[in-house]
């Protein structure tokens, strides 16, 4: 007991510092993402339109069924000629999310407010045991 009493500082710092290391971890599971089963609910109720951000290359490996491929450095330009109704229920996929996350803020900005990302991307969606396309 005298050990912590004594070094309240340094445990402190230790335990900030382990937070800090497991916010994103956190902050990821909690970003709002899509499930899986609630990306299949999307596709098969409201006709929602997936939209692979993969460079080309990743897209051929595997790919949500139906999802059309845009690059995330092509989103902008590409997007709305892929996704015309922007009424409809957008899903952007990737392998982990991170790019994904990115390119939400671009579909939000060109008008696309129902869009969401697949909370932890194509991993997820294989962990799900969900069927895969290949190119």
């Excluded at 595997?62 to 109704?85: C, F, I, M, S, T």
Aim: glycine content about 12%.
């Amino acid at each position: 007991m005298k050990f912590f009493f004594d070094n309240w500082m340094l445990i402190a710092v230790a335990l900030g510092s382990g937070a800090a290391l497991m916010w994103p971890i956190l902050k990821g599971v909690t970003s709002g993402g899509l499930s899986a089963a609630g990306a299949v609910q999307l596709i098969n109720r409201e006709k929602a339109v997936v939209v692979d951000v993969s460079e080309t290359e990743e897209f051929a490996l595997g790919h949500v069924g139906g999802a059309r491929n845009v690059p995330l450095n092509e989103l902008e330009d590409k997007l709305p000629g892929v996704a015309r109704n922007k009424t409809l229920p957008l899903i952007l996929v990737c392998p982990t999310g991170a790019r994904a996350n990115r390119a939400l803020g671009v579909a939000k900005k060109l008008g696309y407010e129902q869009a969401q990302i697949l909370a932890g991307g194509l991993k997820s969606w294989k962990d799900a045991n969900l069927p895969l396309e290949k190119a």
